[in-house]
């Protein structure tokens, strides 16, 4: 199977300070990667520069897309990086403000991401955001209300819709769970793993809560000081770390 994205040395450094370096894998189709680590270890920096927020110094992103097959995303021209980011990738932010026009209607949220990719019919663009409300559990008859008005959770589960009715093939997360009260997380978290179940995607997802990846993710990686430490299934690692560190991140979890 052709991966879906391939990472090649993946480098990038703030002066003396490295954010992340030599980071290599494959992802799948229809498979979760997870990403953990402590605060500075590197993870956000990677997703950052995998989803192109940032440039890396070095390295290869490549994504086989639909039209011309396996690409390197850093080679590709900025037109051809924001469509992509409009079509076949997304991105989930952890303040769901960052993901959202806060001054917008929820159904104007959705539809704005129909319209950058051609919709033009509003009968159609309205039907559709209604159909995807409902799908995140927002009661359509909210459509024309602004998220302002709406829960963190609720905010949270609209930018998802924002960044699916698209049908992507990748959706990058950054911390989707946190901030949020626990019952409201466990909510979200059941969500989100339905969409990807159901919808087939794949998706890399950065967190510190090792309980996030233990539902989402296939597979994971464990980051510290800005190199990957210890990879492998989900379950495998969390039930039988080997790094040390993962080892600390683990036991200081369960010891909670």
């Not at 270890?41 to 192109?52: D, E, I, Q, R």
Request: hydrophobic letters at 40%.
């Amino acid at each position: 199977m052709t991966p879906l994205l391939s990472v090649k040395t993946l480098r990038k450094t703030y002066g003396a300070h490295v954010g992340c370096t030599d980071v290599s894998f494959d992802l799948f189709p229809g498979e979760v990667m997870g990403i953990v680590g402590e605060s500075g270890s590197g993870k956000t920096t990677l997703l950052n520069c995998l989803a192109g927020h940032l440039t890396p110094d070095r390295g290869q992103v490549i994504f086989d897309t639909r039209a011309d097959g396996p690409r390197d995303v850093l080679a590709m021209s900025e037109p051809e990086r924001r469509m992509l980011g409009r079509t076949d990738w997304a991105f989930v932010h952890q303040h769901a403000r960052d993901g959202l026009r806060m001054n917008v209607s929820a159904g104007g949220n959705v539809g704005e991401r129909l319209m950058a990719v051609g919709a033009r019919h509003y009968g159609a663009i309205r039907a559709q955001a209604a159909d995807w409300l409902g799908r995140v559990e927002i009661d359509a008859g909210r459509i024309d209300d602004r998220p302002t008005t709406f829960s963190g959770g609720m905010q949270q589960r609209l930018q998802i819709a924002r960044n699916l009715v698209t049908q992507p093939r990748l959706v990058f997360m950054d911390e989707p769970t946190g901030g949020l009260d626990v019952s409201v997380q466990a909510r979200l978290l059941d969500l989100l793993r339905g969409l990807v179940r159901d919808l087939g995607l794949s998706a890399i997802v950065v967190t510190h809560d090792l309980a996030v990846v233990r539902l989402l993710a296939h597979r994971l990686m464990v980051m510290k000081d800005g190199r990957v430490v210890e990879t492998g299934l989900t379950d495998q690692v969390l039930d039988d770390p080997q790094h040390p560190y993962t080892q600390l991140l683990v036991s200081s979890v369960l010891q909670v």
